[in-house]
């Protein structure tokens, strides 16, 4: 896919490009035109496209349509509507325009450059089928005004009757048309271009006529004739009155009547739909801002101008035919203009050049989008034709996709008939370019700072608002259809995954909410009964801990989850920060794995000082650890994860898709990143007493601390496992099993213990798993208080809403062996004791899925700390998956 800076097309007249003799050295497989310098102003370059796009067929073939129909104040309510419909869009198109340079492609180049590919894409193919369908809408009104003078009408006294008439003579006349179309945005695109501006001259010559005819020109009488279904005839006496209190009286007010072109019933909705369709050409100047001396200021003034100018002229326009005309003239005679003016010529010339220039712009633009869809890859294999350009950089393969798909429309065979279809799409396009604008807005961004200022939220949602409401009531079922087509177009390139380097508005938008919400997130509001694990697991090496970061995703139940990593080194004799360049490695690594994580790495000369950095900073206000993990520190040899799951495989490497964005972090490149896993011989980067140090720095920062050990054999926890934990078992041993002497099953470790389990038995992948709890009993004592302990402990977990069974363990056995050695420490357990108590575990728990251990508080010199570990490892030795857990946070609630 293109990037940002990737010219999609250069912009022109419409969406053409303007040249200066000067050839292009773009070749047809690259599909980017040559650069042309920036000359147009703001007239020429804004003003002249704007205003011909505007005037279209509306103008000459309509507006007495609209008027006769609505009357005079509906009609003008009507185009208020429409204008400030348009008017809030051009608040939108200006901002986004001035706030950096836009290139071909229009509502799509801002929409998808402002709210990703997913929904610039849609609508842009939306907007590229409106503009074919409004091509084809030009094409019919162009073969209607031929007809009109050259049609053979037996029952008509004007005109040269040359043309037969009919349906399919009329699907002839406009294939005609169309295909002159096709040859000019073929061969001379850069002619139509050069004469927009005598274009322009001749329709304001047009109006001129129309005007001036209307003061000159004496009241005439009119016989009109339709021919209906079967051989139905119909005869209307019309007049042309001239300037006359009377005739506007009776024109004030509606009167939707018969339409004789589409034998239907006119309505508010029907007829402001063919209104509207005058107002659909106001982003021809915004195309054009990579041929602009200066954009920022051409595209505001010049839209602005232009839209202003068209208004006045409708207005004026509407006001004269409603005093001149009488009603059955505007209605049943679209080509009445000519009839009314001192030299018929002059309005079928305007006819002409409006129909036919607003059709090849159309024409043109299309394909221009069309182009710039196919470039940025969005839909793949059936764009794909449309890159292909001339020499000279004109895509003419899109051009054939639009003429093709236009000949279609003109089956419709009548103007009015696709009216509504042409002004829905543009409405939902119009809608887009002001949600753009609006989530820009709301974003806040610092980068958005759009020299046109005049627009705000208010304006945008407003403009969002209007375009949906008139959608749906100019046609419900058009409106529902073509939200649902644009609904199916966004889940579609959403699982294609188009990924692009535009920037996500969404990436903003979150930003913004979650810093907002982060600041309420008050952490003196905190509460125990919403406690939730916040957890940041330590990784040396991902290679041999993928199973404990899948188990902990697990594990944290909608809470925080980190990944930190300490990176050994001094900042003060690196030449750059080496931890910054790593982080597209790690979160490449959790989105192949599946979890959802953060990742935090910091630089550090000693790990258990890198640990510090990241138990405090790690996080933002309320969001911040509650809970450290660390892997086991023995002397077993980790195995290689990515060599055993398929994920990272070779054979998987080939059955990626390429549509896949790895933001340049690929499989072999993510292999060749993490280092081989530590062999025996392999000299340790962290010592016994440094360990045993992280673990008390953590209690004494009140964070809780977990062990996990044999991790590696855990299996069912990928992203991709069926596994639902209905062979599963947790085992629970709440009570200090190295400490004997405390029978106390009810102190914040054990609770803390449970709450864990608790945890992860609620989680998708063990929330079928059995929940054991063991409680250790001496039977052989004459106190019997072990059965009011066990009583108490089972109305403990009844408080606690924890569903388990209770399984008693007499361990006299295990208590025999436990006696103090006199040396120091007075810690030391003897290695018969050790060994009876992990006997006791592999007897219980040898077929637990994972077992949750009470982890002794770490001792406080650091000359104990060999001690402290070997004492846990023989406990723990050939246990299988196990998570050894001192906590210091009160996590358990009994009330509401």
């Known amino acids: 896919m293109s990037s940002e800076r990737t010219p999609l097309i250069t912009s022109g007249v419409c969406g053409l490009t303007v040249t200066c003799g000067a050839e292009s050295d773009a070749t047809p497989e690259s599909g980017t035109p040559s650069k042309e310098p920036k000359k147009l102003n703001t007239f020429f370059g804004v003003m002249v496209p704007t205003i011909l796009s505007m005037f279209s067929i509306v103008l000459f073939l309509r507006t007495g349509f609209v008027v006769g129909h609505a009357g005079l104040l509906?009609?003008?309510?009507?185009?208020?509507?429409?204008?400030?419909?348009?008017?809030?869009?051009?608040?939108?198109?200006?901002?986004?325009?001035?706030?950096?340079?836009?290139?071909?492609?229009?509502?799509?180049?801002?929409?998808?450059?402002?709210?990703?590919?997913?929904?610039?894409?849609?609508?842009?193919?939306?907007?590229?089928?409106?503009?074919?369908?409004?091509?084809?809408?030009?094409?019919?009104?162009?073969v209607e005004a031929i007809l009109d003078v050259f049609g053979a009408d037996p029952d008509s006294s004007g005109g040269l009757q040359v043309l037969p008439q009919g349906y399919w003579y009329n699907l002839l006349y406009s294939t005609v048309v169309?295909?002159?179309?096709?040859?000019?945005?073929?061969?001379?695109?850069?002619?139509?271009?050069?004469?927009?501006?005598?274009?322009?001259?001749?329709?304001?010559?047009?109006?001129?006529?129309?005007?001036?005819?209307s003061v000159i020109v004496k009241p005439r009488e009119f016989f009109i004739t339709h021919h209906g279904s079967g051989n139905q005839t119909a005869h209307f006496n019309a007049s042309y009155t001239g300037f006359n209190a009377s005739t506007l009286r009776n024109n004030l007010g509606p009167g939707y009547t018969l339409d004789y072109s589409t034998n239907t019933v006119m309505s508010f909705a029907s007829v402001f739909a063919v209104l509207f369709t005058s107002c659909t050409g106001i982003m021809a100047g915004a195309n054009m801002s990579g041929d602009l001396k200066t954009p920022s200021v051409s595209i505001p003034k010049g839209t602005i101008t232009a839209v202003l100018y068209t208004f006045i002229i409708y207005v004026l326009l509407f006001i004269l035919v409603s005093a001149t005309c009488d009603r059955t003239l505007l209605i049943e005679d679209y080509g009445f203009l000519q009839k009314i003016n001192i030299w018929s010529p002059f309005v079928t010339i305007g006819i002409y050049c409006s129909a036919l220039s607003a059709a090849m712009c159309a024409m043109i633009g299309a394909s221009r989008i069309l182009h710039a869809l196919a470039l940025d890859d969005l839909f793949g294999l059936p764009l794909a034709p449309a890159t292909i350009t001339s020499k000279s950089g004109n895509p003419w393969v899109a051009v054939l996709y639009t003429w093709g798909l236009a000949q279609c429309v003109v089956f419709a065979g009548q103007l009015n008939s696709i009216a509504s279809l042409v002004t829905v799409f543009y409405l939902l396009a119009y809608a887009a370019v002001d949600l753009a604008c609006l989530a820009l807005e709301w974003a806040s961004a610092p980068n958005f700072r759009p020299t046109f200022q005049l627009f705000s939220w208010h304006t945008c949602l407003l403009g969002i608002v209007s375009c949906l409401v008139m959608m749906f009531v100019i046609n419900p079922v058009y409106s529902s259809g073509s939200v649902v087509i644009l609904l199916v177009l966004l889940l579609f390139l959403?699982?294609?995954?188009?990924?692009?380097?535009?920037g996500y508005i969404s990436q903003a938008l979150i930003f913004h909410q979650v810093r907002k919400y982060l600041l309420m997130l008050d952490v003196r509001k905190d509460h125990v009964k919403f406690w939730r694990p916040q957890v940041l697991l330590m990784v040396a090496n991902p290679r041999s801990s993928c199973q404990l970061i899948q188990f902990v995703n697990q594990l944290k139940k909608g809470g925080l989850f980190v990944l930190g990593h300490v990176q050994l080194g001094d900042l003060d004799i690196l030449p750059s920060d080496p931890v910054q360049q790593q982080y597209n490695f790690w979160l490449r690594l959790v989105d192949k794995l599946g979890v959802k994580a953060f990742v935090d790495l910091t630089l550090s000369p000693s790990v258990r000082q890198g640990t510090q950095h990241l138990?405090?900073?790690?996080?933002?206000?309320?969001?911040?650890?509650?809970?450290?993990?660390?892997?086991?520190?023995?002397?077993?040899?980790?195995?290689?994860?990515?060599?055993?799951?398929?994920?990272?495989?070779?054979?998987?490497?080939?059955?990626?898709?390429?549509?896949?964005f790895t933001f340049?972090?690929?499989?072999?490149?993510?292999?060749?990143?993490?280092?081989?896993?530590?062999?025996?011989?392999?000299?340790?980067?962290?010592?016994?007493?440094?360990?045993?140090?992280?673990?008390?720095?953590?209690?004494?920062?009140?964070?809780?601390?977990?062990?996990?050990?044999?991790?590696?054999?855990?299996?069912?926890?990928?992203k991709d496992s069926k596994v639902d934990g209905s062979e599963r078992t947790i085992d629970v041993w709440p009570l200090n099993l190295l400490q004997p002497c405390s029978r106390e099953y009810q102190d914040v470790c054990s609770l803390f213990l449970l709450q864990m389990a608790c945890v992860l038995n609620m989680s998708n992948k063990w929330r079928r798993a059995q929940m054991r709890i063991f409680l250790n009993v001496e039977t052989e004592s004459n106190d019997q208080?072990?059965?009011?302990?066990?009583?108490?402990?089972?109305?403990?977990?009844?408080?606690?809403?924890?569903?388990?069974?209770?399984k008693i363990v007499p361990w006299d056995s295990v208590l025999k062996h436990h006696v103090h050695l006199n040396e120091e420490p007075p810690q030391a357990l003897s290695e018969d004791f050790l060994c009876a108590v992990n006997s006791m575990?592999?007897?219980?728990?040898?077929?637990?899925?994972?077992?949750?251990?009470?982890?002794?508080?770490?001792?406080?010199?650091?000359?104990?700390?060999?001690?402290?570990?070997?004492?846990?490892?023989?406990?723990?030795?050939?246990?299988?998956?196990?998570?050894?857990?001192?906590?210091?946070?009160?996590?358990?609630?009994?009330?509401?």
């Open 74 to 142: 509906e009609g003008l309510l009507m185009l208020t509507v429409a204008y400030i419909i348009i008017s809030l869009t051009i608040l939108s198109i200006s901002a986004i325009s001035t706030n950096g340079a836009i290139q071909g492609g229009g509502a799509y180049y801002m929409i998808s450059r402002s709210l990703g590919p997913e929904f610039g894409g849609s609508i842009g193919l939306m907007f590229f089928l409106a503009k074919v369908c409004a091509c084809g809408e030009y094409v019919l009104g162009l």
């Open 494 to 502: 959403h699982y294609r995954s188009p990924t692009s380097s535009w």
């Open 615 to 660: 138990l405090r900073i790690t996080g933002l206000g309320g969001m911040k650890p509650n809970t450290l993990v660390l892997g086991f520190y023995d002397s077993c040899t980790p195995e290689d994860f990515f060599l055993q799951d398929s994920a990272f495989c070779d054979s998987s490497m080939r059955r990626a898709t390429e549509d896949e």
């Open 785 to 806: 208080g072990w059965v009011v302990n066990e009583e108490t402990f089972r109305e403990l977990l009844r408080k606690l809403r924890i569903r388990a069974s209770i």
């Open 841 to 896: 575990l592999t007897e219980h728990s040898s077929q637990a899925a994972v077992r949750f251990l009470y982890l002794p508080r770490p001792p406080a010199h650091h000359s104990q700390s060999q001690q402290y570990l070997s004492h846990v490892e023989a406990v723990t030795n050939s246990l299988g998956p196990t998570l050894l857990i001192h906590g210091v946070t009160p996590v358990t609630y009994t009330e509401l």
């Open 664 to 718: 340049g972090v690929d499989l072999p490149s993510l292999q060749a990143h993490f280092p081989p896993v530590r062999h025996i011989e392999s000299p340790r980067w962290l010592s016994p007493e440094e360990y045993v140090g992280i673990l008390s720095d953590a209690i004494k920062m009140s964070k809780n601390v977990c062990l996990a050990r044999y991790f590696f054999q855990l299996e069912g926890e990928g």
């Open 178 to 213: 169309l295909l002159l179309c096709l040859v000019v945005c073929l061969v001379g695109a850069h002619i139509y271009s050069r004469t927009a501006f005598f274009i322009l001259v001749l329709i304001t010559i047009s109006l001129l006529s129309i005007f001036i005819s």
